[in-house]
């Protein structure tokens, strides 16, 4: 089976830095996404990971460790505009299913 | 034009009546996806496809079934709408290999 775990809620202030964490368990894995989604929109892409190690894609920082199952994102100097809900996706080997977590939603106070 | 469009966006409907929901796409991906959306329950996988021939249950088929019409299209219906089946529907695209999904602007369903 799958299972996908997130933080349900975080918050954070303007400038600072966050890290919303991601452990899953799968029956075969073969790659890891995030997806940032505001309230009423449609899911859009951010970072992909296959390999361990960190993926940096601007503001927006992706890891990967596949022998203990967890992924992480960071987001620097936070913006208002990133408030959210942030959605840890686990492709799923010889399946290519791809399921997702509960999402994890962020505020981003003044 | 978005290059997955869903169809439509915003329905409601009685409990028992059968409903189709659209999908369609311009970026000639094979693999097709519909998923629901419900608070506090992240996106669940109904149905997917890989292909027009190539169509597989996800973790919550009972109550849905889906249509593969070409490659372009990618259709799912409530044969008789139950009120919990009251959801935000997204369908999703990708190719094969490490792509990420496109998702469609989503389809606001609900069931009275």
Same mark, same amino acid.
């Given at each position: 089976?799958?299972?996908?775990?997130?933080?349900?809620?975080?918050?954070?202030?303007?400038?600072?830095?966050?890290?919303i964490n991601c452990t899953y368990q799968t029956s075969g894995f073969n790659?890891?996404?995030?997806?940032?989604?505001?309230?009423?929109?449609?899911?859009?892409?951010?970072?992909?990971?296959?390999?361990?190690?960190?993926?940096?894609?601007?503001?927006?920082?992706?890891?990967?460790?596949?022998?203990?199952?967890?992924?992480?994102?960071?987001?620097?100097?936070?913006?208002?505009?990133?408030?959210?809900?942030?959605?840890?996706?686990?492709?799923?080997?010889?399946?290519?299913?791809?399921?997702?977590?509960?999402?994890?939603?962020?505020?981003?106070?003044? | 034009?978005?290059?997955?469009?869903?169809?439509?966006?915003?329905?409601?409907?009685?409990t028992g009546k059968r409903i189709m929901l659209e999908?369609?796409?311009?970026?000639?991906?094979?693999?097709?996806?519909?998923?629901?959306?419900?608070?506090?329950?992240?996106?669940?996988?109904?149905? =997917?496809?890989?292909?027009?021939? #190539?169509?597989?249950?996800? !973790?919550?088929?009972? &109550?849905?079934?889906?249509?593969?019409?070409?490659?372009?299209?990618?259709?799912?219906?409530?044969?008789?709408?139950?009120?919990?089946?009251?959801?935000? =529907?997204?369908?999703?695209?990708? #190719?094969?290999?490490?792509? !990420?999904?496109?998702? &469609?602007?989503?389809?606001?369903?609900?069931?009275?």
């Open positions: 089976g799958q299972n996908i775990d997130q933080p349900t809620e975080m918050t954070a202030t303007e400038g600072a830095i966050v890290q790659g890891l996404f995030w997806y940032q989604q505001h309230a009423g929109e449609a899911p859009t892409f951010l970072s992909y990971n296959v390999l361990d190690g960190l993926e940096e894609k601007g503001r927006f920082s992706s890891f990967l460790s596949r022998s203990k199952g967890y992924s992480y994102l960071l987001l620097k100097e936070l913006q208002m505009k990133d408030s959210a809900s942030y959605l840890c996706a686990v492709r799923v080997y010889n399946t290519d299913k791809l399921i997702f977590g509960t999402g994890t939603r962020l505020q981003v106070f003044p | 034009d978005a290059d997955v469009t869903q169809t439509p966006r915003n329905r409601i409907t009685k999908c369609s796409q311009t970026k000639g991906h094979d693999r097709m996806y519909w998923y629901r959306q419900d608070p506090g329950l992240g996106l669940r996988l109904i149905y =997917y496809s890989f292909d027009v021939k #190539d169509i597989n249950k996800g !973790e919550i088929s009972d &109550g849905y079934s889906v249509s593969r019409q070409a490659q372009a299209k990618f259709s799912l219906s409530l044969e008789s709408a139950i009120p919990n089946q009251t959801a935000l =529907y997204f369908c999703a695209t990708r #190719d094969g290999g490490d792509t !990420e999904a496109f998702f &469609g602007q989503g389809t606001r369903l609900t069931v009275v």
